[in-house]
């Protein structure tokens, strides 16, 4: 058995297998112009779209329970929505006094 030598092929020259013939065949966007500001600010929201739906006090004091256990260093998990779930259900000064006690341990 001969090992392989490439210099038997007919053909020493190379082809670009990423060159386009024609560069009307090039499917890549055109460059954006160098006056495009393609980075803007959004406009300010407009209070008469605003949705006009109120949260429960239930779901008030669930998200407050929860922003207050994460700024203690205590995120919640998972599993952890049972039972912040039924925190959330007593009376507001009970999730008042949760989250002052969370608070002194910061």
Same mark, same amino acid.
């Given at each position: 058995?001969? &090992?392989?030598?490439? /210099?038997?092929? *007919? *053909?020493?020259?190379?082809?670009? $297998?990423?060159?386009?013939?024609? $560069? =009307?065949?090039?499917?890549? $966007?055109? $460059?954006?112009?160098?006056?495009?500001?393609?980075?803007?600010?959004? +406009? &300010? +929201?407009? %209070?008469? /779209? =605003?949705? *006009?739906?109120?949260?429960? %006090?239930?779901?008030? =004091? =669930?998200?407050?329970?929860?922003?207050?256990?994460?700024?203690?260093?205590? %995120? +919640?998990? %998972? /599993?952890?929505?049972?039972?912040?779930? @039924?925190?959330?259900?007593? +009376?507001?000064?009970? *999730?008042?006094?949760? @989250?002052?006690?969370?608070?002194?341990?910061?």
């Amino acid at each position: 058995m001969t &090992p392989w030598n490439n /210099e038997n092929l *007919s *053909s020493g020259t190379y082809a670009d $297998p990423y060159a386009t013939a024609d $560069p =009307r065949d090039n499917t890549w $966007p055109a $460059p954006a112009h160098t006056g495009d500001d393609l980075d803007y600010f959004l +406009p &300010p +929201p407009n %209070p008469a /779209e =605003r949705l *006009s739906h109120i949260l429960a %006090p239930r779901d008030e =004091r =669930r998200l407050a329970l929860n922003a207050t256990l994460t700024a203690a260093g205590i %995120p +919640p998990m %998972p /599993e952890d929505r049972a039972v912040i779930d @039924q925190l959330s259900a007593l +009376p507001a000064e009970v *999730s008042t006094v949760l @989250q002052r006690w969370l608070h002194h341990t910061l």
